[in-house]
């Protein structure tokens, strides 16, 4: 079985030269991946929440996660705003609060945030409140996240190679291709 690392820069380099930026930055990706496909491995529910702007996103994922011609098991992504339609709303820290209670109740095998987007949304509040959520920062650096530029012009491109290099890590590691190393 290949260690996570190797395995991810020959992913990396299949792709060819339009994903080389990504060689550099899977020191920082791999850290912050393992613990989320091990949460993914004991059942975890991921909610995905965006920025405004990366909304677009949000629904490809949810939507592509689970495709039939995976030939895998369905993986739980669901959109935040489809478990709370009015997450817009929430302001004080006991609505974070509250919110937190549904989802502790809703999910019994734990949950995981998911959240693309800037750090001044107020989902990325919501999303920051759970030590353990998998995030992609736009702009800042955020500790125990994964960095991208808002004004990169090929940043949509990025966003759909880092969720293809995941789904593919989804597989290599329900396959038991890779090892996941801590």
Do not use: C
Request: proline share 2%; hydrophobic share 40%.
């Amino acid at each position: 079985m290949q260690e996570f690392l190797k395995w991810t820069l020959d992913t990396i380099r299949k792709e060819g030269s339009s994903f080389s930026w990504m060689e550099e930055k899977r020191l920082e990706w791999v850290p912050l991946v393992v613990p989320m496909l091990k949460k993914m491995l004991q059942g975890h529910t991921f909610i995905v929440a965006t920025d405004d702007e990366r909304k677009w996103f949000g629904e490809y994922m949810i939507h592509s996660i689970n495709k039939t011609h995976h030939n895998r098991p369905f993986i739980s992504f669901i959109g935040l705003h489809a478990l709370f339609p009015n997450v817009n709303n929430l302001k004080t820290k006991e609505d974070f609060e509250l919110l937190e209670d549904m989802l502790s109740l809703s999910f019994s095998n734990g949950y995981t945030f998911f959240y693309v987007g800037k750090s001044n949304d107020a989902k990325y509040q919501i999303s920051k409140q759970k030590y353990d959520s998998f995030l992609w920062i736009m702009d800042e650096q955020v500790q125990n996240s994964f960095y991208l530029k808002s004004e990169d012009d090929f940043l949509d491109t990025k966003l759909i190679q880092l969720f293809k290099l995941l789904n593919r890590s989804i597989d290599a590691v329900l396959f038991a291709e890779v090892a996941l190393e801590d």
